[in-house]
Nanobody, 123 residues
Framework: QVQLVESGGGLVQAGGSLTLSCAAS????????MGWFRQAPGKEREFVAA????????NYVDSVKGRFTISRDNAKNTVYLRMNSLKPEDTATYYC????????????????WGQGTQVTVSS
C-alpha cells in the first residue's frame, strides 16, 4: 500500500499563487506516476497534472498549462503542484493520486488517492 498526504491548500485571491504538496509513504517502489485531480462542487473530478518519473513525462490539462507546474523531490517522495495566476474557476478540492501507469490523465489508472485539500480562489 501507498499512503498519500496532501498539504498546502487554502484561500487566495485571484492572480495569487499556492503550492500543493503530496508526500508518499509505504510501498513507494510500486509507483512511477503521481498526479493531481480536482473536483468542484457539482462537477466531475477533473485531471489537472501528472508526472511519470520513469519516462520523464509530464501532462497538464489545457486550462492550467503555463500557470501550473508539477515537480517531484525524489529524496522526499513528494510531488508538488505550483499554481500561479490562480483564477476563481480553479476553486476545487485537489486530490493527489499515485500509481503505475502511462495513462496520466485517467483517474481509474491510479491505485492510491489522498484525502484532498481545498483550494479557494476569490475574485
Amino acid at each position: 500500500q501507498v499512503q498519500l498526504v496532501e498539504s498546502g491548500g487554502g484561500l487566495v485571491q485571484a492572480g495569487g499563487s499556492l503550492t500543493l504538496s503530496c508526500a508518499a509513504s509505504g510501498r513507494t517502489f510500486s509507483i512511477n506516476t503521481m498526479g493531481w485531480f480536482r473536483q468542484a462542487p457539482g462537477k466531475e473530478r477533473e485531471f489537472v497534472a501528472a508526472l511519470n518519473w520513469g519516462r520523464g513525462v509530464t501532462n497538464y490539462v489545457d486550462s492550467v498549462k503555463g500557470r501550473f507546474t508539477i515537480s517531484r523531490d525524489n529524496a522526499k517522495n513528494t510531488v508538488y503542484l505550483r499554481m500561479n495566476s490562480l483564477k476563481p474557476e480553479d476553486t476545487a478540492t485537489y486530490y493527489c493520486a499515485a500509481g503505475s501507469t502511462t495513462y496520466l490523465s485517467l483517474a481509474n489508472r491510479y491505485a492510491y488517492w489522498g484525502q484532498g485539500t481545498q483550494v479557494t480562489v476569490s475574485s
